[in-house]
């Protein structure tokens, strides 16, 4: 059964804590993506107040119909919002990830004509991993080496006789050692699409807890007169 008067307000959902957590903290991030969500977090904190003030209204407080109406419509303008803030992020996420791309292809370019070389280098690394410190050996060389990090980088896991964790691995050192600002893209492109995915969370936390939908949605038995 509907509750007669339930309550409006965020206190019945936690999406009024840990903002920093859920909606990005500002000061980690650039231009790019500041703008999308210092939005993000104007507009949450904006429609909690506004909901608060909601409940001490005087000419709603006694009609919950009219409270949860008007508190669904700041729901709704503070809901466009996040998914506009998400959309952005999830979009400036794929942005970089292709600037990463771009960066690991330009910077570990395999040298033509050494197709033979290459080859060799491939074959010596797939025995080596198969020595019991091998993937330390192979971790070195590809520190000093940057033709042989990028025959790492440009080639298959399969081929080396890599597991794929242990490919990964070499290419994060690939990275660290010879193009470490590709490596930043990189993780700058996973961070914003980890927290590009956790809106959908806050977005359904504000739906429950500014109003409840069977309230707000008694307005529409108004009779306009």
């Given amino acids: 059964m509907t509750p007669r008067h339930a309550p409006i307000g965020p206190s019945r ?19 790019r993506a500041l703008n999308a969500i210092n939005e993000a977090h104007a507009a949450l904190e904006g429609g909690v107040k506004k909901v ?12 919950p119909v009219l409270q949860h109406e008007a508190a669904k419509q700041v729901a709704d303008r503070v809901i466009a919002t996040l998914e506009r803030s998400q959309s952005s992020l999830a979009k400036l996420a794929t942005t970089i990830d292709g600037e990463y791309d771009a960066a690991v292809a330009e910077g570990f370019a395999l040298r033509s004509g050494r197709d033979t ?27 000093k080496d940057r033709e042989a990090a990028a025959v790492v980088v440009n080639s298959p896991a399969w081929l080396m006789g890599l597991a794929d964790d242990a490919h990964s691995g070499l290419m994060g050192e690939a990275l660290k050692h010879h193009l470490p ?5 990189l993780a700058q492109a996973q961070e914003l699409a980890t927290l590009a995915a956790k809106f959908p969370a806050v977005i359904g936390g504000v739906r429950r807890s500014f109003y409840t939908t069977a309230i707000a949605d008694k307005s529409r038995t108004r009779v306009e007169v």
């Fill in 181 to 185: 600002e590709a490596g930043m893209m």
């Fill in 13 to 31: 959902s936690p999406v009024k804590t840990g903002r920093k957590v859920l909606l990005g903290d500002p000061q980690r991030y650039d231009g």
């Fill in 52 to 63: 608060a003030d909601l409940a001490k209204d005087e000419t709603r407080r006694h009609n």
């Fill in 117 to 143: 070389i290459h080859a060799e280098m491939r074959a010596y690394i797939k025995e080596t991993a198969k020595k019991e410190d091998g993937l330390r050996e192979i971790r070195s060389i590809i520190a």
